[in-house]
């Protein structure tokens, strides 16, 4: 058995719901930027939402797609219709904790602090807990208890809307921000997949050579960013969770657990470390000898500061024509940069980056009735 973390998520959905609904500009609660999340933190074993289905009879297909079980909570009126879900939900982690030694954490997705005995006896268990909340709608009282607590709204994947754009002159009122929707994961994603470290840079798919694209191996030219964005934020989180090295076969582990249908195989290349040598010809990651033989260990290139991120969305906005819609130009920045993160320069979300750039005299910002979005001009 690998040493990865044993991961068991409980959901207080209707906690989470309604926070990201009452405090996140009316947005819908996606599960997706959790389940990648956990994904560099290990294997997730077990997920079980609780609620009561017919008040959010909508969200039902999306959390089934992430592979999702849903507790079924029939409740009154009243305090007892909260009270409901959240004892099922402490009965059956506490059960856990003691039947299946092998989970090692426990992920409470909620904000209420009643929880906090919950958590505490799971620490006093040997368990080490995760808490998952919306900022404005978490107690002060939980983070303090947990091991290490991830605010939602902070997750690479959400997109808060800032603030409502300014009033137009049609008198429509205000409107949030336009903001480019978070990729949906392949059905399946999250989904625990063993891979042997020893063959996971090394062993070549059959077949893989009759799909490249050409003589130097290289997929089609709409493909290969994508991948080299979706291994930069996988690795990213890596480097931000592990805290030491990362190696390949850690990497495609991560990979493997966001989509289980990953294959390099599919992009053209014999193996992972194929792939790998790959982007670091593009300058996307950086490789160096690793703990074993055909496992090297894997890094990001320095990324810069706050100027030279200012300097790359001026650059891209010049080369789109000196006219940019802000919706869909956080995935040019990345295809640029596959590395690009806003929040790992200290901003919140996307917008907050662009208003910075222009109080830096980079770009200019701007709201654009016609378009129904911002406008970002050099």
Known sequence: ??????????????????????????????????????????????RRAYADWSYFDDDRRALTRHQVELIEMPQRMGASRKNAA?????VDAIEM?????????????????????????LRELNKRVIGVGVENSTSRLLPPACDEFLFYDRLEGVDVPDEP??????????????????????PGAGQPVVVDPATATDQEAPDAAAARQDADGAEPAEEQPELAVRIAQ??????????????????????????????????????FGELLRHLA????????AGPAAGD???ALPEQGDRAEAFALVRSVVAEAGGRAALSGLKNKLRKARPAFSEKSLGFRGFLQFCKAAQEAGVVALAWDDDADDYLVTV
């Open 1 to 46: 058995m690998d040493a990865d973390e044993r991961l068991a998520v409980f959901l207080d959905y209707e906690n989470l719901a309604l926070g990201a609904r009452e405090h996140l500009g009316g947005m819908a609660f996606d599960f997706g930027p959790i389940a990648d999340a956990l994904a560099v933190r290990g294997r997730v074993v077990v």
């Open 296 to 298: 090297p260990q894997i």
């Open 234 to 271: 996988t690795l990213s989180d890596l480097e931000a969770s592990a805290g030491g090295t990362v190696t390949a076969s850690l990497l495609k582990r991560t990979l493997l657990r966001k989509d289980p249908t990953f294959s390099e195989a599919d992009y053209g290349y014999r193996a």
């Open 281 to 288: 010809d593009d300058g996307v990651v950086e490789l160096s």
């Open 97 to 121: 904790a003691f039947e299946r030694e092998y989970i090692s954490t426990f992920v409470m997705c909620t904000g209420d602090s009643d929880f906090s005995p919950l958590v505490h006896k």
């Open 165 to 186: 754009a300014p009033t137009t002159r049609r008198g429509s009122g205000r409107r949030a921000a336009a903001a480019p929707a978070p990729a949906e994961p392949a």
């Open 86 to 90: 959240d004892i099922k939900m402490v």
